[in-house]
């Protein structure tokens, strides 16, 4: 089976979660999360309730905004996958097939 079917099918079964996958402890993200937890956790003991209050929708707004902002990369990203499959399937390069 080519590599393309394998994709499509490991895709279709839900073999493939990319929201699934695991920070690695080394990375960028991985560091300015543990930054921006900390730095909650500094404010959370220095505000009084109504802060904190303050602080909890801050972080749920940035939350969600986040969310969405990866939702439609996401979106984008598929989108332009599928235009490079399409490409790629009108040439119908001889390097390029979705045949077995």
Known sequence: MS???DII???YYGKIRPWETAVISD???YNLSKQSSELTD????ILDNNGKDILDKLILARTNLTELSALENFSIGFKLGIQL??????TKSKNFSLEN
Do not use: G, Q, V
């Open 42 to 45: 500094k404010l959370t003991h």
């Open 3 to 5: 590599i393309i079917k």
């Open 27 to 29: 990375s960028d993200n």
């Open 9 to 11: 099918k490991d895709l």
């Open 85 to 90: 499959m399409t490409a790629a399937h009108e």
